[in-house]
Structure formats: structure tokens, C-alpha cells
């Protein structure tokens, strides 16, 4: 079975399962970006005409809540956290860091596929901000030099 066609089957036996639940596009919408970690364009067609719904109001669904990916992740996610305390305590800077050392911006990928970066509103980490979370590690107080450390770390595992 190719991946296309696995990513197909994955998608409709989302689709049958959810389809009936009231609200039943975001349960779906959920649950393909857990199972294939994004949500591919591929499967928008599937979805409308399971829901009985357009392309444009699926895809404007999707467009509309930053959580879901039409691309495929990096290997890690990286996110880093933008709220007010985390942005008090340098998370501007961070952020700056953290592009520039990875050469992406939020929503990319690196060249290698290491990492994809996404922003997140509270990781919940507030009293050591800036925080940051890969994959489902959380890391308190990050400067450039702990970020740079954190991922050498986790390449070294990769």
C-alpha cells in the first residue's frame, strides 16, 4: 500500500467514525492531524464531501485555528511560548534567537526535517518564563544559550 493510499484510509476511517458526532469537523479535523501529524490538502476533498460540506469551509476552518498543520512537522516541534510573562521576561528575544539559529520562522521546517516551529499562547510554565516545549518536554527560563545546549541535547538523541 502506498503512503497516499494509507493516508486515504487513515482519513475515511476518521471520517466514518466521527462523521455523525454534532460539530463533527473539528473532532475530524483533530483526529487526522494526530494520527498523520498535519492535516493534508489531500484530505480536504474527503472531508467536505463527508460532512456535506465545501472545500473553502473546511479549508477556512483549518486556515482559521493556528493549531492545525497542512504541512508535515519536523521530527521535534518546537514551541515557544508568546504569552505576556514569557514575552516580559524575554521571549521576544528568544523568539529572535531561536529563527535565526534555526533559519526558519513559525510554521517551517528546517532544511534537514530536524524541526518544525510553532508558536503557542501558555504552555502553563509561567513563573519560569520564557518557556519553551519539544515535542513533550517543557523548558523554563531559555535564553539563547540554554536553547542552543537544549538542542544540541536533542539532536544528539535523534
Request: include cysteine.
Amino acid at each position: 500500500m502506498t503512503e497516499l493510499n494509507t493516508m486515504e484510509t487513515i482519513v475515511q476511517e476518521i471520517i466514518t467514525a466521527l462523521k455523525d458526532k454534532p460539530g463533527a469537523l473539528l473532532p475530524i479535523l483533530h483526529a487526522v492531524q494526530d494520527q498523520l501529524g498535519y492535516v493534508p490538502a489531500d484530505s480536504v476533498p474527503a472531508i467536505a464531501k463527508g460532512l456535506n460540506l465545501s472545500r473553502a469551509e473546511v479549508h477556512g476552518v483549518i486556515s482559521f485555528y493556528h493549531y492545525f498543520r497542512d504541512t508535515a512537522p519536523g521530527k521535534q516541534t518546537i514551541h515557544l511560548c508568546r504569552a505576556e510573562s514569557c514575552q516580559a521576561m524575554g521571549g521576544k528575544e528568544l523568539e529572535a534567537h531561536v529563527k535565526q539559529s534555526l533559519g526558519i520562522d513559525y510554521h517551517e521546517i528546517t532544511a534537514d526535517g530536524m524541526f518544525s516551529l510553532e508558536p503557542v499562547y501558555c504552555l502553563g510554565n509561567c513563573a519560569c518564563s520564557p518557556a519553551m516545549q519539544i515535542d513533550q518536554e517543557i523548558y523554563g527560563r531559555v535564553s539563547a544559550e540554554t536553547f542552543e545546549s537544549i538542542i544540541n541535547q536533542v539532536e544528539e538523541i535523534a
